[in-house]
């Protein structure tokens, strides 16, 4: 079986699309950030899962962000996966959870976040709920039955080698026939995690839906990204404006930026600074 992969398909008949996801360099990729604990790495991983796949449902050429925060042991959770098949992601906790429902390690009043964002405009759409359910999957089927109005499905599964996950949702603007949703869904609580984890998403699909119309798409490549660079923090450093830049430059002598996402460094000294802040000198078109 392919690691790193995203595989769409379809239930014809029943007019309901999924999603298989299986990933592992990526997984381990991100982990390698951090020393997270295991209570931090479960619903991490469920979370970088859960992104991946609503991703692929949108139509879109950006990116979808999944973030929880709330006061609990985990203060903070970001995911953000790209319609070019990136992720990165985070955790931020303070102390051990004593439990791990959702308000157990997030707090009773956390909230989670849905933002997506185009390459090619200044559009942002946010949507933004209580986080309600003991796990992550019953939150978020939860935000799709209230907010999109779509059933939703979602079977998660994280774990210190891999993370596995699939998506089912009826089709919008679908024939409503109760009777297909209620079967598909009904199929999908047979899977086991071992099912997950194991087969191929051909053998997985012919397991649970054998008895449907279904279509397989072609594999997608997911990959552990992160889109800090030099220019995005020198503009974020102009964005301080010079005077604030250079007393940093003054008092710690270098402005240093690390990214939270992959650990990136990024140091800049006097001299960096006041280039960001000099004009640059209009072009010589003067012939000799």
């Known amino acids: 079986m392919s690691a790193d992969t995203l595989r769409r398909f379809m239930l014809e008949q029943a007019h309901v699309r999924g999603e298989w996801l299986h990933l592992d360099q990526t997984w381990q990729a991100m982990l390698a950030r951090a020393a997270y604990p295991a209570f931090v790495k479960t619903i991490l991983g469920e979370a ?4 991946v796949l609503l991703a692929a449902t949108i139509k879109h050429d ?8 709330g006061d609990g042991p985990i203060h903070l959770l970001v995911i953000q996966a790209t319609a070019q098949g990136t992720v990165r ?6 102390r051990e959870a004593e439990a791990t429902t959702l308000p157990a390690l997030f707090g009773d009043a956390a909230q989670l976040a849905i933002t997506l964002e185009s390459n090619n405009s200044k559009e942002r759409y946010q949507s933004l709920i209580p986080l309600e359910g003991d796990s992550l999957s019953a939150a978020l089927e939860a935000y799709f039955e209230r907010s999109e109005q779509l059933p939703t499905r979602l079977w998660l ?9 699939i998506l089912l949702q009826r089709l919008p603007q679908a024939e409503v026939n109760a009777d297909d949703w209620q079967r598909a869904s009904v199929l999908l609580d047979t899977l086991t995690r071992e099912e997950l984890v194991q087969l191929a998403p051909e053998d997985l699909l012919f397991r649970l839906f054998h008895e449907e119309d279904v279509r397989l798409f072609d594999a997608k490549d997911i990959r552990f990204q992160c889109s800090c660079s030099q220019e995005r923090v020198e503009t974020m450093i102009r964005s301080l404006g010079q005077a604030e830049a250079e007393t940093i430059v003054a008092e710690q002598g270098k402005i240093e930026i690390i990214c939270e996402f992959c650990n990136a460094s990024y140091t800049l000294d006097a001299v960096d600074t006041a280039l960001l802040f000099t004009p640059a000198m209009p072009p010589n078109d003067t012939l000799h």
């Open 62 to 69: 950006g990116s979808l962000t999944l973030q929880i925060s």
């Open 89 to 94: 992601g985070l955790a931020q906790w303070t």
């Open 157 to 165: 599964m994280s774990d210190d080698k891999s993370v596995a996950g």
């Open 48 to 51: 970088l899962t859960a992104a």
